[in-house]
């Protein structure tokens, strides 16, 4: 096939990713033999990563939501994720500590990347979530955020900003680790993206 990439993870990157995960060198090698049957050029394209993402919601709509996860994990904006970034990617979301979860969660809802956070970014990532909500699901939702407009508007006066208000990474991270509710409110729930996760290996 002309592939550059041997079978073998390198050493280098094997033991930065057990520094900055909680991943085994076991784990990691397994992943990566996986990773290169899905993806034998050993990066995956945001086209990729949205057929991905897709099998694990058959029910739902999610190649918004996916296309601006892509958008946070693809560190270096070359268009595709390689293992380092998909790793790095897999642990933030799972197993990272809550700070770091955080400041994911805040690049993910930066959307044009400038370090700060307008309300029509908020906008913008609560549609993308909304469209992996089930319509049967959205009608169980309290009246004051059963739509992605009303979402918004209960994350952004949470933080107490004006519509044209910016709201800093500092801010975003203080603001969700001291109020359970926002945390609530900006994430589509992880919990259930692990268990689809489980279902699909077992």
Known sequence: ?????????????????????????????????????????????????????????????????????????????????????YVIALHMTTAGKPTQKLEWAFSLYDVDGNGAISKNEVLEIVMAIFKMIKPEDVKHLPDDENTPEKRAEKIWAFFGKKDDDKLTEKEFIEGTLANKEILRLIQFEPQKVKERIKEKKQ
């Open 1 to 85: 096939m002309g592939n550059s990439k041997s079978g073998a993870l390198s050493k280098e990157i094997l033991e930065e990713l057990q520094l900055n995960t909680k991943f085994t060198e076991e784990e990691l090698c397994t992943w990566y033999q996986s990773f290169l049957k899905e993806c034998p050029s050993g990066r995956i394209t945001q086209k990729e990563f949205e057929s991905i993402y897709s099998k694990f919601f058959p029910d739902s709509d999610p190649k918004a939501y996916a296309q601006h996860v892509f958008r946070s994990f693809d560190a270096n904006s070359d268009g595709t994720l390689d293992f380092k970034e």
